[in-house]
Structures are given as C-alpha cells and as structure tokens.
C-alpha cells in the first residue's frame, strides 16, 4: 500500500515548500521532454539564436560563462563574431542586455559584486573588463530595457583573462592572463588593477582556473599541480598540496575549474579529469577520482545536497553530465544533453555550469548556434517532519 508523502520536495538545488514544487513540476512538464540520454531528470535546451527578433545571431552565440544574480536571476555571455550580455530572470525569458564593444571573445566566468555589479572579462589580447548594473534591467512584452555595458580598462595589453573570479566579500576580483599566466587583482571599490606576477610553479603551463574560499584568499594551480593562494592584497603563496595525477604526468595536473561549496571546501577539476577536495583550514587536499574516462573536468557547480556535478570534454570529445556525492563517496554518469522539445538537439560543445533556485541547474552551449540548457533533476518526496 502506497504510503502518503506529505511535507516538503528535496532538489539538487535546495529544499523547497510544495507551494514551490508545484511551480517545479508545471515547468518540467510545460517545457521540457524527457532526455533521452541524461540518466534521470530533464533537460530542456533554450536556442539562443533562433531567426526572431530579440534574440542573438548566429556565430555570435557562443554561450563562454553563466552565473546566477540577484533573485535567482541567471546571466551569460557569449562569444563570437562579436561578445553579447544577456539574462533570464526565469526559464523561458530571455533578454539580450547588449553588445559588449570590441570584444569578441569573453573570459570564462561572470561575477556579481557586493552592490550587484555584475564583472566580466575579454579573452581578446588587450581586451577590457566590463560592468553592468543587474539593478537596471527589465524584460518588458516587447523589448527589454537595461542600462548601459560600462567598459573599463585592460588588464593586460598583450594578453587576454583566461578566467574571472570574486572574493567572498565580493570586493576584489581576481584573473589569469590566457598566454602568460600572470596574476591581477581588481578592487570593484576603487576601479584600481594590480597585475602581479606569474602563478609560482616549475613548468610552462598554468592552471586555467581560480576559487575564493571563505577566508577570503583566491587558490589556483601552478604547472606542477601544486596550488598557491593569492591574497585580496595580491600576496602569493606557494602550498605543499598537490592536484592529483598519473604517475609522471605532473604536466597535466592543472586546475580546469573550481566550485566552492558550502562546507567551505573547495572542489577543483583537472585537465586529466581528475575532481579533488581541498580544505583551506587545515591544507588536506584529497583525491576523489574520476567520474568517466573523458578527460578535462572542466565546469563544476554543487547541489543543494551537496552533490558536485561537473562537465568532462571538450574539443573532438562531446561533453558529458557527471554527479560525485560526496557523503556516499559515489559517482555517476549521467551521460549526454540531448532535447527533443521543438527541435532534435544534442550538446556537443558545452562550456559554463552553475546551480540556480528551484532546484535548477544551467549549463551553456560553446557553438555557433549556442543554447542555454536548463536541468531538472528528479525531485524527492520526504515525510512531514523528516530532517534534509
């Protein structure tokens, strides 16, 4: 006999009341046929450059780097023929916020300051960072209104910013230079860059990633695997723990991406594939495998049950879904993205992931045509009064 569930739904995202879990489900069932190729859950692939008005051309679609803002709200950036900003307050809204001027190829990662300030970078060789205030926008029936994409000034003159990141007082952002490695810091209060030298390490390569922890440091990797912590003043320091790696492959121990959680660890994925734990408190970095044989963990983002999902593949592989659970020290594969909503589609090339409200998780298409997918994983029924 079937038991009664009652109480509360239990999201990779977060664990919300059922007046949100009827919200939840209509969406899942309004927008999206059920994959056939991620394992559980559903996925649904919003095009960004249908032949509409409103909506970005083609080859200037490549989705580079999301993040969630204010209210739940979800930014991106694209890359291309030229470098567009947009948002979806929610599934099924888009706005176009504008084109970024001169820019054609974006830094992986966005960032939104303590004054909701929203930071991005150019990966063009001397290209610029950019603001925009998330308070300005508005998607009305016909066109969106926002404010102005404020440019600021380069970096770098003879390189681009691979990655992007912010401290956890959401003051300082801090980025790597695409072909020299070198280190800057930005102070969103003073508008002041401080370049710094290059991540310390004893090879030619680099870590592409860099993850502030709680205590207010940025980590990153050197060539060797070992990580450095950089200081919101722009100290560097190079620690003893070390990516994890074959034996004699240290050259392919470099941090790809990084999410912290909230436990305050840090989780990392590395060129070879490899996911990683590292805690800031006491230094102990441990090693957590890999969740396919695909290489480059290059996208992590984490559940509201504090699994890792993460992003394998790029270039001639085609990119797979993977979860780690932590409190079960277990892996899964949960395969390819692939829609058939008003189009077969199938994602090649994905590039961005992060967590969204409602038990939402966003990935962004690296392509010509690019898409913003929206996974729903399944959703659990607890009784009332149950502890999630």
Same mark, same amino acid.
């Given at each position: ?38 394992? !559980? ?27 969630? =803002?204010?209210?739940? +709200?979800?930014?991106?950036?694209? $890359? ?63 066109? %969106? ?17 691979? $990655?992007?990141?912010? !401290? ?5 952002? +801090? ?15 003073? =508008? ?23 205590? %207010? ?45 909230? !436990? ?5 994925? !590395? ?12 230094? +102990? ?6 969740? %396919? ?96």
């Amino acid at each position: 006999m079937a038991k009664k569930l009652v109480g509360k739904a239990v999201s990779i995202v977060g664990v919300a009341t059922f007046d949100n879990r009827k919200e939840y489900e209509a969406q899942r069932r309004e927008m999206t046929v059920l994959s056939h190729s991620i394992l !559980s859950g559903a996925v649904h692939a919003y095009g960004l450059a249908y032949p509409a008005p409103g909506v970005l051309p083609v080859d200037e679609a490549a989705v580079t780097a999301l993040t969630v =803002g204010p209210e739940g +709200a979800l930014y991106g950036v694209t $890359s291309g023929k030229r470098a567009h900003l947009f948002w979806m307050p929610r599934p099924l809204m888009f706005g176009p916020l504008g084109v970024i001027e001169g820019v054609r190829q974006a830094a992986e990662g966005l960032a939104v300051d303590h004054e909701s300030m929203l930071y991005g970078a150019a990966r063009d060789k001397g290209g610029p960072l950019f603001r925009f205030d998330t308070t300005t926008g508005f998607l009305g029936l016909y066109r %969106n209104r926002c404010g102005p994409i404020t440019l600021l000034p380069a970096p770098f003159r003879d390189d681009g910013v691979i $990655s992007l990141t912010i !401290s956890h007082d959401r003051k300082t952002l +801090a980025g790597i230079g695409e072909k020299s490695g070198r280190l800057f810091i930005f102070s969103t209060k003073t =508008g002041r860059t401080k370049r710094l030298k290059r991540a310390p390490s004893e090879g030619e390569s680099f870590g592409r990633a860099l993850c502030a922890a709680a205590d %207010n440091h940025f980590y990153g990797s050197g060539a060797d695997g070992r990580l450095f912590r950089l200081s919101v003043e722009g100290d560097i320091e190079r620690l003893d723990a070390a990516v994890p790696c074959r034996a004699g492959k240290p050259y392919l121990a470099r941090v790809d991406s990084f999410v912290r959680a909230r !436990s305050g660890k840090l989780y990392g994925g !590395s060129e070879e594939g490899y996911l990683f734990s590292f805690d800031p408190a006491n230094g +102990a970095l441990l090693n957590h495998g890999k969740g %396919n044989d695909i290489p480059d963990l290059h996208a992590l983002a984490e559940g509201a049950d504090g699994s890792i999902y993460g992003l394998t593949g790029r270039g001639e592989f085609i990119a797979h879904l993977v979860r780690f659970q932590p409190a079960h020290n277990e892996w899964a594969d949960l395969g390819l993205f692939q829609s058939y909503g008003h189009y077969p589609w199938q994602g090649y090339q994905m590039r961005a992931l992060t967590a969204g409200p409602e038990g939402r998780l966003y990935a962004g298409e690296h392509d010509r045509m690019g898409h913003v997918v929206i996974y729903y994983p399944p959703v659990e029924c607890v009784k009332a009064g149950a502890v999630v």
